[in-house]
């Protein structure tokens, strides 16, 4: 990540990310990346990153939390059927 | 959202324009563990996630005659569960607290340093329950400028630009803080997962180097 290139390509590696880059820009961007084996780990660790992210299961609801709620909400009388139905 | 399909939805919206109650529960199962999730990484305090659930879910149920369908259900309903959580962050701080503030600009801190590649780990160290706390923690730290952002756009799934009208920002700051937060998540889980690699192989034979 020293060179100059290195920086460069880091600017613009979001937009690449997303698909929403120039394709000029795509190409420089691949081009350096056959070439420099760190700015090719970063790019696929970012994406593997931003995946990993995107799949983290939620954690469920504490049942002291869905109980308020439900009660907040006076929904009581539902509290109870929907509970086992994962 | 999930795997209904167009038709389930408004069935679903229809009952709960008529005050159906077991459609109202219906919603607030479908959705509750998810807005509860967002709310607590974005306020990082249980107490105020759950305020923001009740006010979401409170919210919706009053706003939903003037639900058009323009957006999924869901959508509509992660957008109010935003704003509310919203709402709450600037409440906390409003004098230091605004997404406005410029950033500062330590360029170097941005720079990846470890080239751990772990892309290619076995599934079972990339999703183990350790490797998933270390991660929540990770967005936990984040400057909550970086956090917000990084939780409507990568999280959310939200556009660059809806996230930009959510957090009143322009679309260019919008890139520029999501780019330092996924690069700083990044960061942090190459560290973690060569430490942990680290500690595997010296706790029993090292794997040959091709
Ligand atoms: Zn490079």
Redesign the pocket.
Known sequence: MD?L??RH?LDSLSDYIDGTLDETLCREIEA?MAD?E??RIVVNTLEKTILLYRDLPASDLPDDVRQRLYTSLNLDDFLDSKKNKH | MSGHNHSDEQQLVARLKAGDQAAYAELVEQHAGRIYNLALRMLGDETLAEDVLQETFLNAFRAIDRFEGRSSLGTWLYRIANNAALMHLRKREPTTYSLDEPLETDSGEEVPRQFFDFCCLPERDLLSEEARREMLTAIDDLPETLRVVFLLRDIEGLSTRETAEQLNLSVSAVKTRLMRARLALRERLADYFAQSATSAETGGTLPSLS
Do not use: I
Request: charged fraction near 0%.
């Open positions: 060179s290139t290195c390509l350096h420099c760190n700015c």
